[in-house]
């Protein structure tokens, strides 16, 4: 915010009265001196004012042949008291003159400071902006990843859920492999049976062995049935593990993602902020070196 003045016109034309009253001449520096406060740039202008409001003195001398003699000899003492006050003035002047470079050198030095923190404070804007934009980028193929997590994990879950059926047929084909696991077993007594008596005709040995065969290939295959079921249940439980794993690690990627973007953002509004401190304070600068 601009600083407001602490010295008027009223407190420069009291000040200035005050002196000429004393027989002392108004300069910038006795009325900064005697106010205590103020700039020469400030303090300047309002002089000039009440410079120009003050009544001037006669010049003007009335030559005639009574007084001629008289006025030539104060003459050269006009001429000296003119110049002196000419001579006071331009010293004056020149004073208040290097009072101002001084102090328009220290407003341009200010000035080309705060430009520099700008840039510097619109670089750093920049790189942040470029920082969030990537993470934004990150955040977009983390979510995607996500997406692509969960849709394997609903298929290992549809999976899981057929596997489960099937283990629930288990307890039939465990029954199918027992019930035919007895039926060879009472095959071969009987085959036994029939051959101990023989009174089982060729055929029916022939028929009997045929049965038991079909009945050993059955157990074989069921067993085999049996295996490869338990083996696909553990490769599938295996699967939806680790796709639970990836799940949980992607989300944790997500969420630092997302404090790490809030963070940014939050660091380049205060950098918004001080960025604009800084123009508001060049554009002070500026007004007081073109006063």
Do not use: C, Y
């Not at 520096?29 to 410079?51: C, D, F, Q, Y």
């Amino acid at each position: 915010m601009p600083r407001l003045a602490t010295i008027t016109q009223d407190h420069v034309n009291a000040i200035a009265n005050r002196l000429k009253s004393t027989g002392t001449k108004p300069t910038v520096r006795l009325i900064i001196a005697e106010h205590g406060s103020g700039s020469p740039g400030t303090v300047h202008p309002m002089l000039k004012n009440w410079e120009s409001g003050q009544p001037q003195q006669a010049t003007g001398i009335t030559l005639s042949p009574v007084l001629m003699r008289v006025l030539q000899e104060h003459f050269g003492q006009e001429v000296a008291r003119a110049t002196a006050e000419v001579q006071s003035q331009l010293a004056n002047s020149e004073e208040t003159a290097a009072d101002l470079a001084r102090e328009n050198k220290q407003l341009a030095e200010q000035l080309e400071e705060h430009e520099d923190n700008i840039g510097q404070l619109m670089d750093a804007n920049a790189a942040l902006q470029g920082r969030i934009d990537q993470l934004e980028r990150d955040l977009a193929t983390a979510r995607e990843e996500a997406l692509t997590q969960r849709s394997g994990a609903e298929r290992a879950h549809t999976e899981l859920a057929k596997l489960e059926m099937r283990l629930e047929a288990m307890p039939r084909l465990e029954a199918d492999l027992a019930s035919a696991k007895a039926e060879a077993e009472s095959e071969r007594r009987a085959r036994t049976a029939a051959e101990q008596t023989a009174a089982v005709s060729t055929a029916q040995r022939e028929h009997l062995a045929e049965r038991v065969t079909d009945n050993k290939l059955r157990i074989e295959s069921l067993e085999t049935q049996l295996n490869t079921s338990q083996e696909r249940e553990r490769r599938q439980v295996a699967e939806l593990t680790s796709t639970r794993v990836a799940i949980e690690a992607g989300n944790a990627r997500l969420e630092q993602a997302e404090r790490t973007i809030s963070s940014l953002r939050e660091n380049l509004a205060a950098s918004r902020s001080s960025e604009r401190q800084a123009i508001e304070t060049t554009a002070e600068l500026r007004g007081k070196i073109a006063a």
